[in-house]
Every structure is written in C-alpha cells, then in structure tokens.
C-alpha cells in the first residue's frame, strides 16, 4: 500500500497509463495542461510539482484553449495519445465546456480534471459556487455532462479506482472516446489514502480494429458488385483508422471513385487518379456532380453532417448508402446498409472480397445481410468500374483542377492578395511535412475545394464543431506530437480575435507554429451568408457606425499584427503577393513562432474561391417586408423541393 493524495494518486496513475495498436504502444496522456486557481492549485497542482518527473506541464492561458491544444495533439496522433487539463472551479470550469463539445464531437479523446466545490461542504456556499436550491450536490461543472462520454465526480478517496479505470476505458474505445471529465472536489484531491500498489502498474490499453460481421461483409460486396455509378465517401474515420493505404488499395482494385469530407480530406493524396476532391456545400464540383448520379454511395467513417449531404439534397439519384463504420449508431444512418467494423479492417475485408467470386445470382436489392443467395460459381474474379465512368470522372477532375490554378493564379505579383492567392502561395511552399490548421470562417470552404493534400496527415480541419479559436492551440499541440514539422494555423481577423491568448503558450515553450493571419474586417463568412439569407450583412463588419446607425462606416483602426507582436510573436507584414511569398518561406523557416499578417484583397467579400457547388440549408424568414429577404425566401423554397430522404 502507498499512501499519496487523491491528486498525487491519479497523477501517478496516468503517467502509468499506455495505448497500443499494430504493435505501436504511446503513453495515453502525454502531458497535463493547467491553469491554477484555489480549486486546484494544492491538490493537482501540488501533485505534478511532486510528480514532474514522469508528468509533463504545460501552462495554458484559456481553458477551453488548452481543451483544443489536447485534441489537436490527440488528432495528430490518431487518437492513441492524448494530454490532461486541469482548472480550477467556477469559471476555469465552465470555460472547459465548448472546449469539451468539440472534442466529442469530433470523437477525440481529452481528459478532462476540472475542480470541484467542498464535498465535506464545511462552509457552503464556498468562493465561486453555484447554488441551486432544489439540489445540493449540483456543481457548475454539471454543464460538462452532456458534452462528456463519461463524466464522474469523485466525492471520496477510494472512488477514484473505478472511476478512473472507466476514464480510460472510454478514452481508448475507438468507438466511444471523447472528452471525459472527472469532477475533483477541492477538498478531496487533498485527502490521504492508501492506495493498492496495483493500481500504479503499468497498464497498456489495446485499441481493438473489430472485423465486419460476415453477414454484412457480404451484403456489401452485393452492393458494389451491382452498382454502376458508386462513389466512396471518406470521413476523418479513416484517418483516426490510419486506413490510408486500405483506402487506396480499394481505389485502385475497384476504380471507385473517392469525395472526402472535411476531417477526410487527404486520405487519398490530391493527385491520385481516384480522389475526386471535396464532398457537399462546401465540396468541388466534381465529388458533388457525382453524388447526384450515384446509384451506391459508400461512407467510411463518416457521420454524414448536413454539410457532407448538402442537407439531404446531393444524393438525388435515392442511391443505396453502404456505411463502413465503426459504430452502429452512425452504420444505420441514411438508412443504411451497416458494415459495423474498424475502417482499415473493413476495407481490406471489402477489398479481399471483391477480388473473389461474385456471392450473388440476383441483382442487388435494399435487403439486410439475411438475404443473400448461393454463390454464383460463374462470377467474375474482380470487380472494377466502366472504362467509361472512369474517364468521366478522370476528365471532370481535371477539369476542376484547372479551375484551382485559375484561382491561384496571379496576374499582378505586386497587388494585395486574394483569400485563394494565400492559400496559392502557401501550396507552392509547402511539402508533405506540412501540417495546416484552421476551423471556421470562409477559409474551411475555399481550403475544402482547393487545398492539393500532400499526405495523410497534412489537412486538419476541426469542421465538426467549426469552432473559431481553435486554430492557434490546436497548433500548439499538433507541433507538440509532430515535432520538427512546420505547423500552420490558417486564421481570419474574426476567429484570431477569439482567442489570441495561447500566442503567449507558444512563446513561452519555444513551439515555432507560423499563423497566416488573414484580415478582412469582420466576419467575412457570416457576412456573405447573411446577404444571402436575407439578413443583408447586419452585424457582420467591423466598422464605425454610419450617420443612419449602421455598421457600415470607415474600418475600426484595429492592428492586429501589433497585436500579435505584443504577445511575442514575430510578425512579417505582406502587402502584396510578392512580399507573400518572401514573408511565407521566412516563417516556415524559422525556428520561432512566427505570424504572417496580411490584408486581402477585397474586404467585404467573402474570398473570391469558385461558388458552393451544394446546397445548405439555413432557414430563410418565411414573411418578411425586405426585398432582399423576400427574394431569398423563393431561392430556399426552390432548393428545399431537392431534398431526399434515402429510405
């Protein structure tokens, strides 16, 4: 027996805590993030003075900022290796809570240790406290319970052993993981106990890759076998999966075509001759022109978000939807047909299959796995697309690669760049090392349709939660699992202003991220939704007020790259696309955190990128006395006829 504190205790504990897949082992919590305050500062605060020897600290700025420098780093390392964040009570704990929702989900594992008000309750109400009158054992850190996978509170010493073994088992499950919260009251993570030697050994958590049911195995090879026009839809599954090289393997034995969405882009290199590009509202024309006319859209490790879907209006043709998946909750969605199973695993599984002899005699209907016939002994060996489909859509990519170079095109290299120029400059510097973040604002769409993804690893949009202020921690912690690489966070004058705060983290730790800080003078995304929807751009710039009230005067005299600099960050000012350039190859050389500050060229459009190629469906005011909302009404009601319900 040993006797430590509840703090000392978990901390011990998770520093003896280990993942392993593929016979790659990582320790699951690499680090502990922290901000102090009286609810935390003497018990986990204490324990990792006690333990620093074995746990890693970093300090943070913002607590929901050192939730996504956690999951950025937990992305990076295909969810087998996370970070810990500690806060205090009160608002370092309900500051945790957006931080918690994008994490789960976006299904990435964070462990979460905020503070908690007295469990003895030896004053009450204690500093910071919520009372409620008609509960005495609710704590604002309640709030964190519905963004949670597993949440606890632990209220007495010898709780924290069953309670920390579930955290890890939910951290670790494939198809369960996200943010889990253990809820320590202030006077608990003080209290002695002896604790069990056992419960300090070292344990190795073995991330499962489950294998499809059978049943379903063969349904699905019935169902690629009978399509004519099928189209694989890739999701952030199949990076969580490392199911890269299964997903090419099966592109190049079928020809099927691959759209992917935001979380899976690049899981086919961008020149493949099978990556059609993005899917959905935010997608290139060639993936949407082929999800209208598919006759079998098969996703793996997607959950279909309104986004991916167009709002149910993109698969037209009422094509059967084949869900490789490693939940069943997300397996039946588009009704379906299931393909429960890890991705990589499932794939192979799929592959194998269609390199076999046909398991049909009759054509493929809407069926669950029971209905399957004899084998057909006369089957082809393989199964492959038309020659003609594949030249369909090996013309219709290139033709809208072409219409990206158009928009990276510069015909003037002393004018101020355009939003797509930015990204044009950046995909001439880049190799497959680097790594770009972002997650809100116009950028995720013009970098969904644009972006020449040069690896696996290399597109890292946070398009779940599309939180703004993710960018810049989330880079922190990427750099922090990918050490040497250059990490870009991709940010808007909007999202920057959200939380520039971990600037400071990533000074003080000597992380050389370089932010491409782009500055248009308000919420340029909103901005141009808000045209289009009716609401002619109320509220959306950052300007003075006019003589009529409104936000539409001269430009707030607001210098954000001054603003950066004074957090200590270096800062290269690019006026023109020529001094682009220079500043861009400066910051990815440098070994110091750097900020490349530049004004694009027109700043009350959104990027001057090719149009959404879908729609998305945000309600129009039904009756309204403004033309501009009138005539947007009869455009929403034209597209709301479009959509589908797949049965």
């Known amino acids: 027996m040993t006797r430590l504190t509840v703090a000392q205790a978990l901390v011990r504990f998770l520093a003896a805590q280990f993942t392993e897949r593929d016979g790659e082992r990582r320790r699951l919590i690499g680090a502990t993030w922290g901000i102090f305050g009286h609810g935390n500062v003497a018990g986990i605060g204490q324990a990792l003075v006690e333990y620093a020897d074995v746990m890693p600290y970093h300090q943070g700025r913002n607590e929901q900022a050192m939730v996504h420098a956690a999951v950025g780093h937990a992305r990076q390392l295909d969810r087998l290796s996370t970070h810990a964040v500690t806060t205090s009570i009160g608002p370092g704990a309900t500051n945790l809570v957006t931080g918690a929702a994008l994490a789960t989900i976006n299904r990435l594992p964070v462990l979460l240790l905020p503070g908690d008000t007295f469990a003895t309750r030896p004053a009450d109400p204690v500093l910071q406290q919520l009372e409620v009158p008609y509960a005495g054992d609710v704590s604002v850190n309640d709030c964190l319970r519905p963004v949670s996978r597993y949440f606890d509170r632990i209220t007495r010493p010898e709780a924290l052993i069953p309670a920390a073994l579930q955290a890890m088992r939910v951290l670790t499950d494939p198809a369960d993981t996200g943010a889990v919260t253990l809820a320590l009251p202030q006077d608990v993570q003080a209290e002695a106990y002896d604790w069990p030697d056992e419960f300090f050994a070292e344990r190795v958590w073995a991330v499962r890759r489950p294998a499809p049911d059978p049943r379903e195995l063969r349904a699905a090879v019935a169902a690629v076998r009978a399509a004519r026009r099928p189209l694989l839809v890739a999701g952030g599954g199949v990076h969580h999966s490392a199911a890269e090289q299964a997903l090419e393997r099966f592109a190049d034995a079928t020809g099927i075509p691959v759209a992917a969405t935001q979380a899976g882009k690049g899981s086919l290199a961008w020149d493949h001759p099978a990556d059609v590009g993005g899917i959905g509202h935010t997608g290139t024309a060639t993936g949407d022109a082929l999800a209208r006319t598919a006759d079998l859209v098969i996703g793996v490790g997607t959950r279909w978000s309104d986004f991916s879907t167009a709002s149910g209006t993109l698969f037209a043709s009422s094509p059967t939807v084949l869900n490789l998946n490693i939940t069943a909750f997300d397996g039946r ?108 604002g116009s950028l995720p769409g013009d970098l969904h349709k644009l972006w020449r993804a040069r690896s696996r690893d290399q597109y890292h949009v946070e398009y779940g939660y599309s939180c703004m202020g993710y960018e810049i921690p989330a880079a922190i912690g990427v750099a922090l699992a990918a050490p040497g690489r250059p990490v870009w966070a991709l940010v808007g004058d909007g999202t920057y202003l959200m939380m520039p705060t971990e600037i400071v983290t990533a000074v003080q730790e000597g992380v050389p991220i370089k932010v491409v800080l782009l500055q248009n003078h308000g919420y340029a995304s909103i901005g141009g939704l808000s045209e289009s929807v009716g609401a002619e751009g109320f509220g959306t710039a950052y300007r003075f007020r006019a003589d009529d009230g409104t936000f539409t005067g001269r430009p707030l005299p607001v210098d954000l790259a001054a603003n950066a600099a004074s957090l200590g960050m270096r800062v290269l000012r690019a006026g023109t696309n020529r001094d682009l350039r220079e500043a861009l190859a400066d910051a990815r050389a440098s070994d110091r955190p750097t900020c490349v500050y530049v004004e694009t060229e027109t700043a009350d459009t959104v990027s001057g990128a090719p149009p959404a190629q879908a729609w998305w469906d945000v309600p129009v005011a039904e009756t309204s006395t403004r033309p501009s909302a009138v005539k947007a009404r009869e455009e929403y009601d034209r597209h709301v006829t479009a959509r589908r319900r797949l049965l």
């Open 333 to 440: 969605k588009l009704a379906g047909l299931p393909l429960v199973a890890d991705a990589r695993t499932g794939l192979d599984a799929l592959t194998d299959a269609l390199t076999e002899p046909d398991t049909r005699t009759e054509p493929h209907a809407r069926t669950e796995p029971d209905a399957l016939t004899d084998p057909d002994p006369n089957a082809l060996k393989s199964h492959r697309v038309d020659p003609a489909y594949l030249a369909e859509y090996t013309k219709e990519k290139a033709r809208w690669e072409a219409r990206v170079d158009a928009a990276f095109a510069v015909a003037d290299p002393d004018a101020r760049p355009t939003q797509p120029q930015v990204l044009g400059a950046l995909d001439a510097l880049v190799t497959a090392d680097d790594i770009l973040i972002n997650a809100a």
